[in-house]
């Protein structure tokens, strides 16, 4: 299959996998930041890993770089207007003008009704093509009672709905 090709034909294909929407954010006391992010996955539950991908272009690149530490905040449906702000539509500390925000003990912003905020140390990083993979060990959990993940699928936000097994 030649180059170009692939290429399409891979986007397509992971437009169909079906990932929950998060919100990575850092900071420290030059400012909090974040990105919306669907490459996040589990890594180990001893200890409890995690890894996100993001690319290096990001505004959070640098920070999470620096600072080596890093939330990762599962949406849940209600937080469907949060992604807007976090995808561009507004920069810097003004996209933390959506939704409820706190700082951690670290000063590490967690949104205080996610579905799981899941609090991180880098313990590992890897430079892929555009990306840097950030390897994050969980130092703390805040899960809510809730479970009504936000989903994002072929480019567009759903929801989950439970299937008869």
Same mark, same amino acid.
């Given at each position: 299959m030649?180059?170009?090709?692939? !290429? !399409?034909?891979?986007?397509?294909? =992971?437009?169909? $996998?079906?990932?929950? #929407?998060?919100? #990575? *954010?850092?900071? /420290?006391?030059?400012?909090?930041?974040g =990105?919306v992010?669907?490459? #996040?996955?589990?890594?180990?539950? !001893?200890?409890? @890993?995690?890894?996100?991908?993001?690319?290096?272009?990001?505004? $959070?690149s640098?920070v999470?770089?620096?600072?080596?530490?890093?939330? #990762?905040?599962?949406?849940?449906?209600?937080?469907?207007?949060?992604?807007?702000?976090?995808?561009?539509?507004?920069?810097?500390r003004?996209r933390?003008?959506?939704?409820?925000?706190?700082s951690?003990? /670290?000063?590490i912003p967690?949104l205080?009704?996610a579905?799981?905020?899941?609090?991180?140390k @880098?313990v590992? @990083?890897?430079?892929?093509?555009?990306h840097?993979?950030?390897?994050?060990?969980? *130092?703390?959990?805040?899960?809510?009672?809730?479970?009504?993940?936000?989903?994002?699928v072929d480019?567009?936000?759903?929801?989950?709905?439970?299937v008869?097994?």
């Open positions: 030649e180059l170009e090709t692939l !290429n !399409n034909e891979f986007k397509l294909a =992971m437009r169909r $996998l079906a990932s929950t #929407v998060a919100i #990575v *954010t850092s900071g /420290g006391e030059e400012g909090w930041t =990105m992010a669907t490459a #996040v996955t589990s890594v180990a539950v !001893n200890p409890p @890993t995690v890894l996100v991908v993001v690319n290096r272009n990001a505004s $959070l640098p999470l770089m620096r600072e080596g530490r890093f939330c #990762v905040n599962l949406l849940s449906q209600r937080h469907a207007r949060i992604v807007g702000a976090f995808s561009g539509q507004k920069k810097g003004e933390f003008e959506e939704g409820p925000w706190t951690s003990e /670290g000063g967690v205080t009704d579905v799981a905020s899941l609090i991180c @880098t590992n @990083t890897l430079e892929m093509a555009t840097t993979i950030f390897v994050g060990e969980v *130092t703390d959990v805040h899960c809510h009672d809730q479970i009504d993940p936000l989903i994002w480019g567009h936000l759903a929801r989950a709905e439970s008869a097994a």
